[in-house]
């Protein structure tokens, strides 16, 4: 597959950009080459626009998901064929509304993210997968679908960056590059302006900071008054001893891991209550809704371009897997939500957040074989094709009754998506439509020095899991 020649398809280094502020000034914002060439071995931006130098204070650093609309710019959405054939935004998305008022904040650069938002692992098969800070030899993925945000915040070429999360497309990124990320009440921040996948049940916008501190800004410049909601927060429970924690263990965590987060649960000084079977049970059933409705809204959202031939063999795989699961699922799944939301409401009566890890392993290895196995993929799209798409639906080889990896490579995806898919402790989040914060903690693991924990809490408790979020940072050994 070509590679893009220079920082990106439709803006090209050297261009001077000419963007209003909240007072009207004018700003000039020069394009500078990006990595994502060729030659390059950084792929974290699509485009970056350097801060202003000698400036007091520094300005705070915002990058910004290419799926989010910035007026005057293509959102590509991680695609080739968007880039080169999608027109300039009109309008900023609904979510830059607080930043343009706030001269302050330099917006750095749109950055890079897995195609479509639909791939797991944050692989960019056109623009270059950016780098996990913590990959060294193991070459481990960025995560994705927001690769780029966590990226740009890890490295501290964003201070802080806005991703989306449709199914923990914050949180991954966040847990693999050891960065706080924070997703959203779905319906908290407006979605007008962002690329979708489904904007009905799952899509929210959120920030991606290296710190507490940082997510808790990058929340200001998305919900008006959030500051002083979360100076509120933590005056009220300035230590863990009267937070109430349910501790949620899941099947198949490495148990280093859930070491880890008991062990920052203690430290933090939470009531830790075990939760039971029977929530385990129902959190393993709202995964597989969750993943139903997300699998199958990509079919809706995005099955016009199965047939473009800048589309990458990857996010065709997983589109056409969407189409098993609209016919198989997707109903039963919506119709069983509202369960789901009772029986997180039922929890919440006894506890004030829920704990788990982010991902169940350490994040998993880029195979070399990567390439042979985009080309296989590559081969089944183009015989399908030929596949009437409609009878295709109709048509696939089995209900996908779940997403075991030998169905994904059958459909052609590479098993490392669907590996990831099996990791992830967070669509079932985005299906009840809470928040939930994702955040490093340490861990003893011979080179991975970091891995997750996950808080849930309540709709609209951002502020709070922020807040315990704080104790369970300064309690870092």
Not at 99 to 107: C, K, L, T, Y
Not at 165 to 170: E, N, P, R
Not at 376 to 399: G, I, K
Not at 438 to 457: C, K, N, W, Y
Request: proline fraction near 8%; charge should be positive.
């Amino acid at each position: 597959m070509t590679a893009p020649r220079h920082s990106s398809p439709w803006i090209l280094p050297g261009l001077t950009l000419f963007l209003v502020s909240a007072n009207g000034c004018s700003l000039l914002h020069k394009v500078v080459a990006v990595p994502g060439g060729p030659k390059a071995h950084d792929h974290t931006f699509i485009a970056y626009w350097p801060p202003p130098e000698n400036v007091s204070p520094p300005p705070l650093k915002l990058a910004i998901k290419d799926n989010i609309d910035m007026k005057g710019l293509v959102t590509s959405a991680g695609s080739e064929y968007l880039s080169k054939h999608r027109p300039p935004a009109t309008h900023d998305a609904a979510c830059l509304s607080i930043v343009r008022q706030h001269p302050e904040v330099a917006i750095v650069g749109k950055v890079n993210m897995s195609e479509f938002a639909v791939s797991p692992s944050g692989i960019n098969d056109y623009f270059g997968t950016p780098k996990n800070p913590y990959s060294g030899w193991r070459h481990m993925i960025p995560g994705g679908s927001s690769c780029g945000s966590a990226s740009a915040v890890a490295t501290g070429k964003a201070d802080v960056a806005f991703g989306t999360d449709t199914a923990g497309s914050i949180r991954v990124p966040a847990a693999c590059c050891g960065v706080v990320g924070l997703k959203t009440t779905f319906g908290l921040v407006p979605l007008g302006g962002v690329f979708p996948i489904d904007a009905h049940y799952l899509d929210t916008v959120g920030p991606l900071a290296r710190d507490i501190a940082g997510a808790a800004q990058g929340m200001d410049l998305l919900q008006k008054g959030f500051a002083t909601r979360y100076a509120s927060a933590v005056a009220a429970r300035p230590s863990g001893q009267a937070i109430k924690i349910g501790r949620l263990k899941l099947r198949g965590t490495d148990h280093q891991i859930d070491q880890a987060v008991d062990e920052a649960l203690t430290r933090a000084q939470f009531q830790v209550i075990p939760l039971g079977d029977d929530l385990t049970a129902k959190w393993e059933q709202a995964k597989k809704d969750g993943t139903s409705i997300a699998g199958a809204s990509a079919w809706l959202s995005d099955s016009q371009y199965l047939r473009k031939v800048e589309v990458s063999s990857r996010a065709k795989s997983i589109i056409f897997l969407g189409a098993g699961l609209y016919t198989t699922q997707y109903r039963q799944a919506v119709a069983r939500r509202d369960d789901w939301q009772r029986t997180l409401r039922a929890i919440f009566q006894q506890v004030d957040f829920i704990a788990l890890p982010t991902l169940q392993s350490v994040p998993p290895r880029i195979s070399p074989s990567l390439k042979i196995d985009l080309y296989r993929a590559q081969a089944r799209v183009d015989n399908w094709q030929n596949v009437d798409l409609l009878n295709f639906t109709e048509s696939l080889v089995a209900p996908v009754k779940s997403i075991p990896v030998a169905t994904l490579q059958i459909l052609g995806i590479d098993a490392l998506e669907a590996k990831v898919l099996k990791l992830q402790n967070t669509v079932a989040v985005n299906y009840a439509g809470n928040p939930a914060l994702a955040i490093p903690i340490p861990l003893h693991h011979v080179g991975v020095p970091v891995t997750s924990l996950q808080l849930i809490g309540r709709p609209n408790s951002e502020a709070e899991l922020l807040a315990a979020g704080r104790l369970i940072e300064a309690t870092k050994p």
